[in-house]
């Protein structure tokens, strides 16, 4: 079982930029799928982006195309999301999620949250007007 913790979010103006980071322990995430959701008040939780076992293929959902990266350290056992351009629509909850990955389907994201069987505790992401 691997554990997530998030770290990163906080209160920042449209325009500005955050860097999100989700550290695991537990077991080696090299094993793992790895993706970021949010989830705002009264809305359902939503893929921002993912990024497969290998590193070398990831998924945006449109909302953060072009603004925001994800990307994964093994050695560090960290998944980082790098989001700029914020906007007051970013503002929400963000959550962590690891999916254990067969090597055999290594390249491949995963896009629902059904698809993840670990999750973090999430940290709040605040953008203003």
């Known amino acids: 079982q691997v554990q997530l913790v998030e770290s990163g979010g906080g209160l920042v103006q449209a325009g500005g930029s955050l860097r999100l980071s989700c550290t695991t322990s537990?077991?080696?995430?090299?094993?793992?799928?790895m993706g970021w959701f949010r989830q705002a008040p009264g809305k359902e939780r939503e893929l921002v982006a993912a990024?497969?076992?290998?590193?070398?293929?990831?998924l945006y959902a449109d909302s953060g195309k072009g603004r925001f990266t994800i990307s994964r350290d093994n050695a560090k056992s960290t998944v980082i999301l790098q989001m700029n351009s914020l906007k007051p629509e970013d503002t929400a909850v963000y959550y962590c999620?690891?999916?254990?990955?067969?090597?055999?389907?290594?390249?491949?994201?995963?896009?629902?949250?059904?698809?993840?069987?670990?999750w973090g505790q999430g940290t709040q992401v605040t953008v203003s007007s």
């Open positions: 537990g077991r080696v995430i090299s094993d793992y799928s």
């Open positions: 990024v497969s076992r290998s590193g070398d293929s990831t």
């Open positions: 999620a690891a999916k254990p990955t067969l090597i055999l389907y290594g390249s491949l994201c995963y896009s629902t949250q059904n698809e993840y069987n670990y």
